[in-house]
């Protein structure tokens, strides 16, 4: 099929905003460094057994040396490094910031994929990442209060910002490395380990994610918080429907898109959430939609389109 990179895109994207109302709540409710731990940690149990299912064993099957490390430092950039940048600029220049420099993530990755892989992108797929992230921008700076598109922001705020652009573009593309040096590890054969691929890739990247934010978690002399945040049953509820449509679901969806078409596009289409998310977040959590907002959506939709012709 010859869009079948850009369809799974497209789920990740509805899978991502799904995941964004659920942790704005949870984060609310345990806090965001908490909100990761358990999400790393339940999605390496929920990858773990899907992995047990259908290959028989809990681990990756014929993972090698290459495969863990191009993985797991895929998980080190853009899970402890490129979320921990996103959730602490949240903090000093607010979401509605930080996820436009999460627009920095489409180049980024298109960049990269340039760089170690050899990936090249069309002038109809670089109009189209253009016109996507023009949208996007569009919509997001339209948020908050006032007019004035041209805002004076903490200089630690904006580096965080692009830390986070950064490293979940780059996250993906070595995501790919990664899961092209498993492809040749796996025997002939062995079918159903090979459709299991960014399953058990999620899962590497996960052990790293766990191990980076736990360790922040002790450095920080926070491991009551989190206990706190176990016995908070809500809370839990959020976290466990955060990580379903995140890390378990959304994550390798993301992984599995990459195997189909470039990164840069890929990462492009996946930038759609903070447009997704306009209509749920008028609907439940009766935020205002202004028109730029719905211009900005329409002419990200235009973009995207240009995948597809």
Partial sequence: MGYTGELISLAVTVSWTATALFAEVGTKRIGSLQLNIIRMTLSLLMLGATLWIVTGTPLPSFADGKTWFWLLLSGLVGYVFGDWCLFNSYLIIGARFGQLFMTLAPPVAAITGWALIGETISWKGLLGMIITLSGIA???????????????????????????????????VLSKVGMGHYHAAIPEGATMVSAMVPFASTFIRAVMGAIGFILILLIRKESPKLVHALNDHRGMLYATLATITGPFIGVSLSLMAVQYTNAGIASTIMALTPVLIILPSYLIFKQKVKVIEVIGAFISIAGVSLFFL
């Avoid at 006032?146 to 705020?157: D, E, I, R, T, W």
């Fill in 138 to 172: 569009m919509s997001i700076l339209s948020r908050g209060q006032g007019h004035k598109m041209a805002v004076k922001l903490p200089l630690k705020g904006v580096l965080l910002g692009i830390g986070a652009g950064v490293g979940q573009g780059v996250g993906l």
